[in-house]
Structure formats: structure tokens, C-alpha cells
């Protein structure tokens, strides 16, 4: 579980720290989410109501309010992507980690997303895995991407 407490002490009492509060408290959250505990504790600390906090988490897709996997693969769906290949990437993730986008891989290892234009539409098409914008991207390397990244959390 993250460490609220420490996160917290390191912000000042503003609802302008907002967004910068919750992704740190995701990435720390090896469930790459945002508990309710969370949200309580950051709107006592920025002194903000709960409900605030929880319509900023729920309006941003990069936050999630339900655990995930320990990694994220966020597939671009925007037309240029789709186009070059994201179609099949994704019904080759679905496949691969047996699940339908918003998924867990039974593992806990991943969590497969869509996501609006990554901002890398010439590397068309584009995946991001965790904090990582991956341009260009086959299903031959995704495999090698997610047989790397298991091999990883393995050790
Ligand atoms: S359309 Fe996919 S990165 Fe821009």
C-alpha cells in the first residue's frame, strides 16, 4: 500500500496540487489505483470535499478508482493509430492476456486500456506501457515487451 502519509507531507494544503497528489499516490499503489481511503485522505489534506477529488479522478482516464495489473498498456485508438495496425495490436493484447480492454490479465500482471492520441501520431501506431510511449509497435514486439516485463517481475 503507499505511504498516504508521506506522499501527502510532501505538498502543500492546495487544491492545485491536486492532480500531482493523486498520480503519485496511483504509482505508488502497487494496484495502480486510487482507493477510496486515498481520496478521503487527499481531501482532508487539500481541504477540499470528497466529492471534488472524486469527480477529478473519475473525469481523468489516466486514474483509475478499481485496483488493476502492475502494468499498463494503454493502446492509442485515435484514427491515425487505428489505422496503421492498433486494431489488431489490440485483438492481439486480448488474445495474448486473455481479456477484453479494461481487463486484468488473471496474473495481475496487466491491465489493457485504450487511450485518446498519445501525442506520437507520426510513430503511428502507438502503445504506452506504464510511463512509456512505444512508437511504431508490431505484435511481434509487444510479445517480446510483455515476456520481458514478466521475466522482470519474476526475479
Ligand atoms: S493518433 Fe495515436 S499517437 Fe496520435
Redesign the pocket.
Known amino acids: 500500500m503507499a505511504d498516504l502519509s508521506g506522499i501527502l507531507a510532501k505538498y502543500p494544503r492546495s487544491a492545485e496540487c491536486l492532480l500531482d497528489i493523486l498520480h503519485e499516490i496511483q504509482d505508488a499503489e502497487p494496484g495502480n489505483y486510487l482507493s477510496e481511503g486515498a481520496l478521503t485522505a487527499v481531501a482532508e489534506h487539500v481541504r477540499i470535499p470528497l466529492s471534488r477529488v472524486l469527480s477529478t479522478a473519475s473525469f481523468y482516464s489516466m486514474f483509475s478508482l478499481k485496483p488493476r495489473g502492475r502494468h499498463i498498456i494503454r493502446v ?1 485508438e ?4 487505428l489505422l496503421a495496425g ?1 486494431e489488431r495490436l489490440i485483438a492481439y493484447l486480448k488474445e495474448k492476456l486473455g481479456v477484453e480492454v479494461g481487463g486484468t490479465s488473471e496474473d495481475g500482471s496487466f491491465t489493457l486500456e485504450t487511450t485518446a ?5 507520426s ?4 502503445v504506452m506501457i506504464d510511463e512509456k510511449v512505444h512508437e511504431g509497435v508490431t505484435e511481434e514486439r509487444l510479445g517480446r515487451i510483455i515476456d520481458e516485463l514478466r521475466g522482470k517481475d519474476a526475479i
Open positions: 492509442c485515435s484514427p491515425p493509430c492498433g492520441c498519445l501525442g506520437a501520431c510513430g503511428a501506431p502507438a
